[in-house]
Structure formats: C-alpha cells, structure tokens
C-alpha cells in the first residue's frame, strides 16, 4: 500500500520496523534511516527473506533540516515515522511540510540545550503561565497546527504506549463506557527484572531527565506540581503483584486535560524499586545527571551523556530481563446517570517479547503503537490535515489493531481503585 521512511533505529525503531515488516501488505516499502546507519543495515539484514517489504538504509543527520529535506525528496515516503529522540521532533516536522509528507512521532518536543537563553525565556514564561516545569511540553508542536492544515498534511503526536495507548484507551472509555469522565489515573508498571544494580529501560537521558523532574498532575482545571517522587501508591497489578508507585509529570496528561472534556483529575503513576531510586538519587547528587556541559581535561562533557556510555545500553536488556509490565488507565465517571468506575490495562511479558523481536517489553510497548498509528495515517483511516494527538481519533480500530498485533487488553469494570 505504501512506503514509511523511518527515521532512528533504536530499541523503539528495531521494534515498530519489525512490525511494519511483519505487516507487509500496508507496509510494502520501508527506508531506515538514522546517524549510524551500521545499525539500520544490521536491522535489513535481519529482516531479509523475512518480509515482502522492500527495505532500503539511509544515513542521515536529523538534527539539520537541509539534509532531511533531501533524504525525503529521495525516497519519496508517504509516511515519516519519527523513532530518534524528542529532540529531533521539529527538523523533522519542519522536514516533513517542506517536502508534503506526514509525521508521525511517539513523543513530545524537548530542547537539548536547556540552557539556550532564547529557549530559557519561553520556557520560563510557560512555566509561570501553565504552573508545570517539565522540559518538554506540547506547545512547540502544537504552534504547526495552522503549517499541517494548510498543507493538507497529517501530524500524528505521540503513539507509542504512554503516551499513545493510554489515551487511545481514554478515547475508547468516553465512546463505549462513560457520559463524563471525572478522574483518570495512568498506571505504568514495569515488573521486569534485568539483574543489574542499575540501568534504564530506553534512553537514559530521556529517562533519568523524566523520572528526577518535579511531578504534577492536573485538577479542577490546573496543574498541581509536587518535588519528585513526593506522592507514593501501593498498588497490586494484575499479573505482577504488589508495587510501590509514583506520581510524576507525564506529557498525555497535557493533552488529555485539554481535549477531555470536564475531566476533573489526571494524575500519572510509575513504579520504581528502591534500589532504582537510591541509584538514581546519588547519581543526581554528585552532578551524574546534569545536561550542561562541563571542562574535564581540556574537554567538553556532558555528565549524563558519560552516564549514558557507562549504562548498559537499553537495547542489550532484551535476553536477561524476565517479569511483565502492566500499564493502563483507572477511569471514573457517570453514565446514565449513575457512577461507575473501569481500568483498561494490557499486560506484557517481557520474555515473549525477546522470543518474537528480540526486544523487552519497553521497546516492545512502544513500537508495536508506532507502527499502529503510521498504518492507521497510511490507510486513511486517522488522516485529516492538522496536528493531532491520539485520543482525537476512532479509538475502535486502533484498539482492534492492539489485539491483531501483539498488545491485547482488558476491560475490568471492578478495579481497585487508587487513593
Ligand atoms: P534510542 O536512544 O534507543 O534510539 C534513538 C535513535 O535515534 C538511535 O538510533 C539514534 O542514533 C537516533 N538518533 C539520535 N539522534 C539522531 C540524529 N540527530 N539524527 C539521526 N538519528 C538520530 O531511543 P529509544 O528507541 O528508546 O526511543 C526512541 C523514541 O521513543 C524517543 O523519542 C523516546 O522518547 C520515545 N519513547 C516513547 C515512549 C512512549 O511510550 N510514548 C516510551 C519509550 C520511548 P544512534 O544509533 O547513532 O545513537
């Protein structure tokens, strides 16, 4: 049916290109491209008798908009899946409307350089204006609306599981059970076992930057912003067990509080071992996870990006993490009148995952959205001009595609629910 030009090919990249070779009939021509193309190779070689997709490797600086530019006008996609990092989020789109293509990513625009001073002032302002000092935040790519829909182009934010099949899930409660929904809680668990002291499910300077930041969730109409890690649950998820979780800063919570309509609550729940927070927490201590640069030698380092180097990489987790996750959304409400409460989770087991795509479940949970929501844009289904998030769509076919391809979920309509 089409051609996808994908761009990084990361742990999420290797996942969604597997898929979207499994589905070869949607997908009939796929173009990796990313900085080390050593690795988009491997993947192709990987995939070779495997697929009918025809599979072609680029190398590419997605940092610079020139060179984007004329990769696209190159392979001519119909498609650009953005798999690198947040970073890269507005060359791409920048990208993607010079030449009349769509974008699709799975995460919200962030600044490398947080100490830009041109950043800085808008990023201060936003912080007073919205009351949430997250680094990232919608409104850089929310501000292409107008770009997209004169254009006639398709920007698809942020389907990968959080944020993706949450809201999805979101979408799907408001059609089938509720009138009003008054409070969502987001309840990402990762009961996986990788057998190191320390390490990070994907990117860690994505991650580590995500999980020390102050948390906030959003209430009667405003944000709320806690010091990190301050609000703890217990919660007991289903095929995992007990866990210890924590409220922090996602960025659905954003969107979903703006195109919920009268949703009273959003709050967001992450489970962390202590061992992982006492890491963490040292590492921020003695300036391991800083973002500045810093003089050592003679030389320009930046502290986590060293950290980084020294982790295991996140894509090597794969053969030893064992366990499952567990995410989903606590919804509660009215229909017809009378209260009612739901949790739609899906939970997936890390080890089948290595089996099918040699991949954990982290990379998994993500990629297998990525290809969801590219195939939903290529088929037409989720195509209209402008700059959208997930829950703005049909949530029915999307959920539909969860089923069919390796993410199944489950209603419960008598969930605990969290204080
Ligand atoms: P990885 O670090 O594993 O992969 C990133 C890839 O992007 C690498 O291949 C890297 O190249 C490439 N890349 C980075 N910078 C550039 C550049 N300037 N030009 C070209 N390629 C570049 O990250 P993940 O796969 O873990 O994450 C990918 C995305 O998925 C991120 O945006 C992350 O935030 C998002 N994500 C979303 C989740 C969700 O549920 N919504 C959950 C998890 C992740 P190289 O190989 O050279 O380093």
Redo the contacts with the bound molecule.
Sequence with gaps: MGKVLV???????GVAIQKCAQNDSVFTEICIA???ES?CIALKNKLEGKTKAVITTAQ????NVDSLVALINQVKPDVVLN??????DLTIMDACLATGVHYI???NYEAEDTEDPAWRAIYEKRCKELGFSAYFDYSWQWAYQERFKEAGLTALL?T?????VTSVFTAYALKHYFDQIDTIDILDCNGGDHGYPFATN??PE?NLREVSAPGSYWENGKWIEIPAMSIKREYNFEEVGMKDMYLLHHEEIESLAKNIPGVKRIRFFMTFGQSYLTHMKCLENVGMLRTDPIMFNGQEIVPIQLLKALLPD??SLGPRTVGKTNIGCIFTGTKDGKQRSIKIYNVCDHQECYKEVESQA??Y??GVPAMIGTMLVMNGLWKKPGVFTVEEFDPDPYMDALNKWGLPWVVDENPVLVD
Excluded at 7 to 13: F, N
Excluded at 83 to 88: G, R, S
Aim: aromatic share 8%.
């Design positions: 761009i990084g090919c990361g742990g999420v990249a990313s900085r080390t690795k590419v600086d997605a940092d798999l690198a990092l947040p970073y890269q990513d799975t995460a942020g990968g599981f959080d944020p993706g994907f990117n994505i996140p894509a982290i990379s949970t993500t």
